[in-house]
């Protein structure tokens, strides 16, 4: 008996130190440990996350592409049903909602002990008050969108929503659905994009309540939106992002549509935010009814939303 015993311990060992061996040999048929760079920062991973927190939902439509959002534990601010079809709604469902408490500026407000406490293996998207410096002190990895990184000058395009796909479909070890995923946006891309159409635009982001007007330049995702819908950027040749627009600077580009973006709240509020203000009407997008509300995920940053978003321009205004 006692022979037996020693033989099944010897065999218990043996097996456990097999196990190991075999999982840290298929980490590195996986590709681990692997380093992404985000923001200019080496972030590595030694294996594909399991326990991830999402700060921001814009990494929502990569992470449903590749079979992974059932890996969110927790999620915090705000996801507009509008964004996500029944599928992901649904899994969004499951997620606890740490909170949607955001600042007087929309920025989400949360204390790092919350999220530490969900022992996250990786962080999507820095926000004010939890830098990535601060989750890297607890060893915890954050990713960015990159087009959201600080300082970022590089002008977006549909080439970055595939090649975030396929950055995420390495640090999830999921290459294959990754491709397939690009492969998909890029056909549908594919079949809207086209030469211009004669027609100008321009991309605004009103204040509702009265406030500044903010337009977006060549460095944001609403340029190659216009671009691949057929429009003319009005402010195309403005380097910034986003800036400051007066209506009189409007009046003199007097772009043939206009594309109102918002963060949440009644469309028909923000259409008001443009179309009331004192010399409106001169405007021809606004005389010949040529104005649509997006949400701004359907634009900015770029991701699978940008897609759809471009879908919904083209609909809009289809001659």
Do not use: W
């Not at 594909?48 to 927790?74: F, I, M, N, Q, W």
């Not at 627009?245 to 028909?268: F, K, M, Q, S």
């Not at 203000?277 to 509300?293: D, F, S």
Request: hydrophobic share 40%; proline share 6%; charged share 20%.
């Amino acid at each position: 008996m006692k022979k037996i015993a020693v033989l099944s311990a010897v065999l218990l060992v043996t097996t456990g130190c097999g196990g190991a061996a075999d999982g840290a040999a298929s980490e590195a048929a996986a590709g681990y440990p692997l380093t992404v760079k985000n923001c200019g920062v080496d972030v590595t991973f030694d294996k594909a996350p399991e326990r991830t927190v999402l700060l921001k939902s814009a990494a929502v439509p990569y992470l449903h592409d590749l079979g992974v959002l059932d890996r969110v534990t927790a999620r915090a601010g705000q996801y507009p049903k509008e964004y996500y079809d029944a599928a992901t709604l649904a899994e969004l469902d499951k997620i606890p909602l740490l909170t949607d408490k955001t600042d007087t500026s929309g920025h989400l407000q949360i204390s790092k002990e919350v999220v530490i406490s969900q022992q996250p293996d990786l962080v999507f998207g820095e926000v004010d008050n939890l830098s990535r410096d601060t989750l890297s002190a607890v060893g915890i990895p954050l990713l960015e969108e990159p087009a959201m990184c600080p300082d970022n000058t590089v002008v977006p395009s549909f080439d970055d929503i595939y090649a975030q796909l396929e950055t995420y479909g390495k640090v999830f070890a999921r290459p294959e659905r990754a491709a397939t995923a690009a492969g998909a946006l890029k056909d549908r891309v594919g079949k809207i994009e086209k030469t211009g159409n004669g027609r100008t635009a321009a991309v605004l982001y009103p204040t509702v309540g009265g406030g500044v007007t903010y337009a977006y330049g060549s460095t944001s995702m609403a340029h190659p939106q216009l671009e691949a819908a057929g429009f003319t950027n009005v402010f195309g040749e403005s380097k910034e992002r986003v800036f400051e627009v007066t209506l009189e600077e409007l009046l003199g580009r007097n772009p043939d549509v206009l594309i109102l973006l918002y963060g949440d709240g009644d469309p028909a509020q923000v259409e008001q935010a443009v179309t009331s203000l004192p010399g409106a009407e001169k405007l021809q997008a606004v005389r010949n009814k040529q104005v649509m509300t997006q949400l701004f995920n359907f634009t900015e940053p770029p991701s699978p939303l940008s897609v759809d978003g471009l879908e919904r321009i083209v609909e809009r205004f289809q001659q």
